[in-house]
Nanobody, 114 residues
Framework: VQLQASGGGLVQAGGSLRLSCAAS????????MTWYRQAPGKQRELIAT???????SYAAPVKGRFTISRDNAKTTVYLQMNSLKLEDTATYYCNVWFSGNSYWGQGTQVTVSS
């Protein structure tokens, strides 16, 4: 399974971005889908989770501003990020589970400017 993350970039505070993470390879539908982020000098943190049943959960810093979703084929996971803040600046990583294994995307940089 290969994951290709995209959608990062430079945005002003208060703006929006939509991240995508597309899976390719010998897959059917993916299981648990998550987004993490890692700011410079900080540990990678889990920010959004989407279960195979469609249940979502969010870390407190992004709750109410970010939305995780997926396509009907369950091969692409999205992260809609609204009302972005300076502290959202980080490298964002997708992670998915398939057939008992965890796979990481390559990371996409999000930079929020004032």
């Amino acid at each position: 399974v290969q994951l290709q993350a995209s959608g990062g970039g430079l945005v002003q505070a208060g703006g929006s971005l939509r991240l995508s993470c597309a899976a390719s390879g010998s897959i059917a539908s993916l299981g648990l889908m998550t987004w993490y982020r890692q700011a410079p000098g900080k540990q990678r943190e889990l920010i959004a989770t989407l279960s195979s049943f469609g249940t979502t959960s969010y870390a407190a810093p992004v709750k109410g501003r970010f939305t995780i979703s997926r396509d009907n084929a369950k091969t692409t996971v999205y992260l809609q990020m609204n009302s972005l803040k300076l502290e959202d600046t980080a490298t964002y990583y997708c992670n998915v589970w398939f057939s008992g294994n965890s796979y990481w995307g390559q990371g996409t940089q999000v930079t929020v400017s004032s």
